[in-house]
């Protein structure tokens, strides 16, 4: 059966101008609003990194490993290596391959797939390649490890556990795919004993870390309406867990927590996603399809706030640091939220990034908690903090 892979920004096109409601032709984003700021954002340091990411529709993920350093890929194949706190170059390299989802890292060992459906293995020290290993496709995600196993999806629905240290494969399973979808993978969440995966049909299983056997699986969200279009319930934005709950979110479906041990549905809400949520302070953060920020209390599904002063202006998925909130948007800006009500606390420019008219944000920011990272389609990387009183 032929499959179709629908960019996400060519898919919301069709379906506005599939739309028989004239109000809803009008697409153009909502102007930004005026606030009183309420933090300062200092920018510790920023650095050019490599390439960055091309015209296509792939996010390239950046790494941190846990022990001060972050880790970029680029779209030429370049790779790169930064201590975290002070954004020092410790290796640079170019691969000469078509990377195409970004880097994964475990405690000695960097990640990337590419487009020619391969998985390298490079010393976090000095980046020296230790292995490669060709699997069934397109690698669109970042590969994932808990140090014994390193986990790859790969775009025909695959799933791929190797061995961090040879590259040898421990198991692999295979899933079956609807006709159409829109481009792209979630990765894998590999812990000790659990790979968890998300799937284009809307389903996530949890299989065995030691033989890829199935654990639970449940279903996000189910496909609906006539046309194969109405019927994408993609699961793009990589599954989050937090305590005993896993949570997930589909695109023209749901976001939903279940429980991590058993599989068990804890509860659903109507939205619509292509991105990670993000956890913190007994909530769950999620980015909608028409940029709505959205807040559920991470026990009951209830919306505790939402925020939809960025309409239309295509925002990424959240990520927590201090005590904000924060995603970026189609035009390059970065918005600082309070995580306790949803107002905006700051905001500001990325540095670096390309000049769009509208585009899909696609390289997700990331934080360690106290320290928001961006990295721009154009290859800058750059660290914030929250400014304190002196």
């Excluded at 035009?331 to 905006?344: A, E, R, T």
Aim: charged share 20%; net charge negative; with cysteine.
């Amino acid at each position: 059966m032929l499959r179709y892979l629908l960019p996400i920004a060519v898919f919301i096109s069709l379906l506005g101008c599939s739309s028989k409601n004239e109000k809803e032709l009008d697409l153009e984003a909502v102007d930004l609003v005026k606030f009183e700021a309420s933090v300062k954002l200092n920018r510790i340091w920023s650095r050019k990194a490599g390439s960055g990411q091309d015209n296509r529709y792939t996010r390239f993920s950046v790494a941190l490993d846990g022990q001060g350093n972050i880790y970029t890929a680029g779209y030429k194949g370049d790779v790169q290596s930064f201590e975290a706190n002070t954004g020092k170059k410790g290796w640079s390299i170019n691969t000469d391959e078509p990377i195409s989802g970004g880097v994964g890292v475990d405690t000695n060992t960097v990640y990337f797939g590419t487009y020619n459906g391969t998985v390298h293995a490079l010393d976090s020290r000095s980046g020296e390649q230790l292995w490669q290993v060709e699997i069934s496709s397109e690698v669109l995600s970042a590969p994932v490890s808990n140090g014994d196993l390193v986990v790859a999806t790969t775009i025909d629905g695959r799933v791929f556990a190797l061995d961090t240290k040879t590259g040898e494969q421990r198991w692999s399973y295979d899933h079956a795919l609807p006709v159409l979808t829109v481009r792209g993978t979630a990765s894998a969440v590999v812990t000790a004993s659990q790979v968890i995966v998300a799937f284009d049909n809307g389903q996530v299983l949890s299989l065995s870390a030691s033989d890829g056997s199935t654990q639970w699986e449940f279903r996000v969200a189910r496909p609906q309406g006539r046309t194969e279009l109405d019927r994408i319930v993609d699961i793009d934005g990589t599954p989050i867990i937090d305590g005993g709950y896993l949570y997930a979110g589909s695109f023209q479906g749901n976001v939903a927590a279940v429980s991590r041990g058993s599989g068990r549905v804890m509860w659903t809400k109507a939205a619509s996603t292509s991105y990670s949520m993000a956890a913190a302070q007994g909530k769950v953060f999620v980015s909608t399809e028409d940029s709505r920020i959205q807040a559920f209390n991470a026990i009951t599904g209830e919306l505790e706030w939402e925020n939809f002063e960025l309409k239309r202006r295509n925002t990424s998925g959240p990520v927590v640091f201090d005590s904000f909130l924060a995603v970026t948007d189609g035009y390059g800006y970065v918005h600082v939220l309070n995580q306790s009500d949803g107002k905006f606390a700051a905001r500001f420019k990325m540095p670096g990034g390309k000049q769009r008219s509208r585009g899909m944000p696609r390289i997700p920011l990331l934080s360690d908690g106290e320290i928001l990272y961006t990295y721009a389609d154009g290859g800058k990387l750059s660290a914030y903090t929250v400014k304190t009183e002196e």
